[in-house]
């Protein structure tokens, strides 16, 4: 009974949300390096070059690239196994097409890797999170050419020879799901590009992670690779057929993701939706082998909220910065920024990937962004996350003990305050520790330990068993 002895209990960011220096070392352009500032009700903007007094978060976020020994240090006193973290694609290939990498950035996470095994945590590298160099989408308009699968593949046998021996886990692309709902942050494709656009893009990501996977265990047959899924699941809206069979067209058009890149060819329902809608995939000779031989070690995926979906649910909605549909769950409260607070759905979830799947699984993000309030004596008293905390760990802990799902780790979102992705504001944090940096880009960026700090570090002690 209980989580597996090495369970890796940790936290995750991504390059762009916490890195800052934006272009040192050599680092080109990608692409959240031109995405404005939003909030929860106005959108963020993309611009063509960066405009003169225009905030664009990814340019300091919150130094992470001259903070780490701190970050990771603290991480460390919480008992971190493990460390999720992206490389930032740009800061190796600076134009994403260029022939040689850039030594000082590959240096950079030479010096994260081994400050993080000094602190025996282990790194959990997503090799693509939302952030495609510039370049590569100028020249020739990113994923919707087979060129971005060559940049991919020389990218990928760089970092898997570089860091051979101080990573095994390795995810392929952040929430490859989101080319159907956030195109720009999913691959630098523009939203108001065709269907066929987004799916011709989703493909050569779906070779490319292939490629990779065979390349990563011919380079080290101890490298797991796995997918990343970002989290939608949803619930029939009524128990009314109609709205049951409009839910599961929905989840569908998520699921044919992970269905790639765990069985290894597409599922026969998306064939037969591109036949109807005339649909018409870049295969070149040769990709069905690749996408037979690279199916993913394990499937890991982030997990926030529950959706509703029915039978007028023709696509999920962009509001407040999050996903949300028409219709709302009157069976659960909202975080400020309208994400549904649904614990059970995550043992529903881990159950449905695993039934579906069996193969091992991983949390790579779970966690709750809020406004927190700064103390006079500089304390932060956060009872709601560690209440979020509680109680997704108990329905995580379900799944294992009483459904046996195979399940490597947990891993919190943003363990300190880092920048959103979907509005690029400060001020929903998610962290256990605090960031003294606000929207406007002002603050000491000191960082301090909030009281959930403390209460994660306790639930690692006890591998899980102690949540009071
Ligand atoms: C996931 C992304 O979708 O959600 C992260 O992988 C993101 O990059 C996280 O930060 C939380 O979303 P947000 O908009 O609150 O930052």
């Known amino acids: 009974m209980g989580f597996r002895k090495d369970f890796l209990w940790g936290g995750s960011t991504a390059a762009n949300q916490c890195e800052g220096a934006y272009l040192e070392d050599g680092k080109g352009l990608n692409t959240a390096d ?20 225009r905030k664009y978060p990814s340019h300091i976020a919150v130094d992470h690239y001259h903070h ?9 006193e919480m008992g971190f196994k493990s460390y999720r973290m992206s490389i930032s694609w740009a800061r190796i290939y600076p134009n994403g097409y260029d022939a040689k990498p850039n030594e000082a950035g590959l240096k950079h996470y030479d010096e994260v890797f081994d400050e993080l095994k000094r602190h025996n945590m282990e790194p959990i590298v997503t090799i693509s999170h939302y952030e495609t160099p510039l370049a590569m989408v100028k020249k020739f308009g990113s994923w919707k050419s087979r ?24 995810l392929t692309f952040n929430e490859i799901n989101s080319m159907s709902l956030s195109s720009w942050l999913a691959g630098g494709i523009p939203e108001t590009d065709s269907e066929q656009d987004h799916m011709i ?35 029939p809206a009524t128990c009314d ?3 049951v069979e409009g839910n599961e067209q929905f989840m569908k058009k998520m699921l044919f993701y992970p269905d790639v890149q765990c069985r290894g060819y597409y599922p026969a329902y998306k064939l037969k939706e591109f036949e109807r809608k005339g649909i018409k995939l870049p ?17 890991s995926f982030s997990y926030y909220f529950t959706l509703v979906a029915g039978k007028n649910t023709e696509k999920a909605s962009v509001e407040c910065g999050s996903l949300v549909t028409g219709y709302n769950n009157p069976y659960l409260k909202s975080t400020d920024w309208g994400f549904t607070i649904d614990p059970r759905g995550l043992r529903y979830s881990l159950n449905l990937f695993y039934d579906r799947y069996q193969i091992p699984l991983m949390i790579v993000e779970n966690g709750l962004g809020a406004l927190d309030q700064v103390e006079a004596d500089g304390s932060i008293h956060d009872p709601y996350r560690a209440e979020y905390l509680r ?3 108990r329905e995580m802990k379900k799944a294992v003990d009483e459904d046996g799902v195979d399940l490597l780790g947990y891993n919190w979102w943003g363990p300190f305050d880092i920048v959103s992705a979907g509005t690029g504001e400060m001020r929903k944090r998610y962290g256990f520790i605090y960031v003294d940096m606000d929207d406007e880009g002002k603050g000491t960026l000191n960082r301090s330990r909030k009281d959930s700090f403390y209460y994660y570090k306790k639930i690692i002690a006890s591998n899980g068993e102690n949540l009071d």
């Not at 699968?149 to 101080?166: A, M, S």
């Not at 292939?210 to 797991?224: F, G, N, Q, R, T």
């Open 391 to 393: 109680e997704h760990i």
């Open 241 to 243: 057929p109609e709205d």
């Open 283 to 299: 295969v070149v000779e040769g990709d069905d082998q690749i996408l037979k031989e690279g199916k993913v070690d394990f499937l």
């Open 68 to 76: 780490f020994k701190e970050d990771i240090a603290l991480m460390a």
């Open 34 to 53: 031109v995405m404005t500032a939003g909030t929860a009700k106005t959108p963020r903007e993309i611009t063509e070059t960066i405009e003169a007094g």
């Open 201 to 235: 893009a989703a493909y050569h990501q779906f070779v490319a992670s292939a490629e990779a996977v065979k390349l990563a265990h011919s380079i080290d047959p101890d490298y797991k690779v796995g997918m990343m899924y970002g989290g939608l699941f949803s619930y």
């Open 147 to 170: 060129e971005a699968v060559d940049c991919y593949v020389r990218y990928c046998n760089t970092i898997f020879n570089r860091y051979k021996g101080k990573v095994k886990y390795w």
